[in-house]
């Protein structure tokens, strides 16, 4: 049974610091590209983060650069989204998201909540 299960969303204040994890099982995850995705309150989904297979390749999109960090553990099966200095425009659920060829799949998603 394929799974993804994110974690080590919260409530955290402006400027602070939060590391999402996402736990996979049920595939080869390095085999799969991996993705972090979010959503904010009447917003639609928005690509934040992305890592290839292997680990060696990130991006990141413009409102996130220089502030998240994505990484991957293949060891583990596991792949975290460092997010540092954190806006309130950043509150959202954030779903991973594992790709490969024609195969995909989603977490259920964590809420992020930035506010004083």
């Known amino acids: 049974q394929v799974q993804l299960v994110e974690s080590g969303g919260g409530l955290v204040q402006p400027g602070g610091s939060l590391r999402l994890s996402c736990a996979a099982s049920g595939f080869t995850f390095s085999n799969y590209a991996m993705r972090w995705y979010r959503q904010g309150p009447g917003k639609e989904r928005e690509l934040v983060a992305a890592i290839n297979a292997a680990g060696g390749t990130t991006n990141y999109a413009d409102s996130v650069k220089g502030r998240f960090t994505i990484s991957r553990d293949n060891a583990k099966n596991t792949v975290y989204l460092q997010m540092n200095s954190l806006k309130p425009e950043d509150t959202a659920v954030y779903y991973c998201?594992?790709?490969?060829?024609?195969?995909?799949?989603w977490g259920q998603g964590t809420q992020v909540t930035v506010s004083s």
């Open positions: 998201n594992a790709i490969w060829w024609m195969y995909a799949y």
